[in-house]
């Protein structure tokens, strides 16, 4: 199934290099992969990247994380952190607060009402994910996953 993107961008000459051609697959399946997941979100008022921040959040579980700690977790990065959080915050989604300890370090921890939210989409982002790539089988998933990460060991 190769030259499939040279056709899907109109493209009429052969990639310069066959690293290029697997770059620009990577962009465009991540650009078609990620149009799947901006639609599930649309109906909560949700972007991927608030997603991200709620669903690290959960993880976080009750001691929440510093705006720094949720900045080096995201999955793609934002550069203004404090501005999502600021959005998720007059949602009732998040709410931060300084530590006694240190006063210069906010904590910011999913609410009730986030976490709620969150339990609505796991069933539908779930589905998603397996109708997206669930054809692909567990070994093949396994094979890209590996692929992936030995790519991103060479960027940081």
């Known amino acids: 199934m190769t030259g499939r993107l040279r056709a899907e961008i109109k493209q009429q000459k052969p990639f310069q290099t066959l690293q290029q051609e697997a770059f620009l697959n990577l962009l465009r399946t991540a650009d078609a992969l990620m149009r799947g997941e ?5 109906p909560a008022g949700l972007s991927p990247a608030q997603y991200n921040v709620l669903r690290i959040l959960r993880g976080a579980g009750a001691g929440g994380l510093a705006c720094r700690e949720v900045g080096e977790r995201m999955v793609t990065r934002d550069p203004d952190i404090t501005r999502l959080l600021d959005r998720l915050e007059e949602r009732g989604l998040v709410m931060r607060s300084r530590e006694r300890e240190d006063r210069r370090v906010i904590t910011t921890r ?9 339990k609505k989409l796991d069933g539908p982002v ?12 567990a070994k093949r998933l396994r094979s890209l996953i590996a692929l992936l990460e030995a790519a991103r060991e060479r960027v940081g």
């Not at 901006?38 to 649309?42: A, G, M």
């Not at 999913?110 to 969150?118: P, S, V």
């Not at 779930?126 to 692909?136: I, K, N």
Request: charged residues 25%.
């Open 38 to 42: 901006v639609e599930v979100l649309k």
């Open 126 to 137: 779930a589905r998603l994910h397996e109708q997206q790539l669930g054809h692909l089988g």
């Open 110 to 118: 999913i609410t009730e009402e986030g976490l709620d939210l969150l």
